[in-house]
């Protein structure tokens, strides 16, 4: 069983990773808001467990088995955020109770909590695309999602108001195909998730 304390150093660890920035006891600590003595002791318990490799006044690198476990602890505490934020948590307490509920998440639950999110049914009739089947269609009145892939739906022709039909759903959670102001246009499965349509009979 792996401590509280040693999930908030290996994710304190693979954000930096995420955000290309050197692995020094420095670094660490000023993610941590620790003592760089206290970042140095646990690099070597952790060094010692297989999670990273440490030789003093050269760059940590984290290994696949710290790689791993960070990411993990890290997808969990970004979508105890987003949950917390969808049930109207207070904002300026969501990264606080994060810290604290995503080292007792379970798988389980981490993925049911993700299907609520990801695929909620706002209102009778208002669906994510991607539970419509092949034949249905709609209007999309809605897109939830960041700017990024917002940007990336509006270059593809998908705002509110454009009427879509679904032509093909590919097996095993592949993209699908819908129909858009007469064209074809293939989606992938996840970005179907933040686009809400309001079905036609």
Known sequence: MVSENIEEYLEAIYRLVERGERLTTTNIAKEMNVSKPSVTEMIKKLDKMGYLEYEPYREIRLRSRGRRLGRRILRKHRLIERFLSTIGFSKNKIHEEACRLEHT??????????????????????????????????????????????????????????????LRKAPMGGPIEISVRGSCLAIGRGMSRHVFVEVKA
């Open 105 to 166: 998440v379970s798988d389980e639950l981490e993925d049911l909590i993700k299907k609520r999110i990801e695929e909620p049914v706002y209102e009778k009739g208002i669906v994510s695309l991607a539970r419509l089947n092949p034949g249905q269609s709609g209007e999309i009145v809605s897109i939830r999602t960041g700017l990024r892939i917002k940007r990336r739906l509006q270059e593809l022709g998908l705002t509110p108001g454009t009427k879509i039909r679904v």
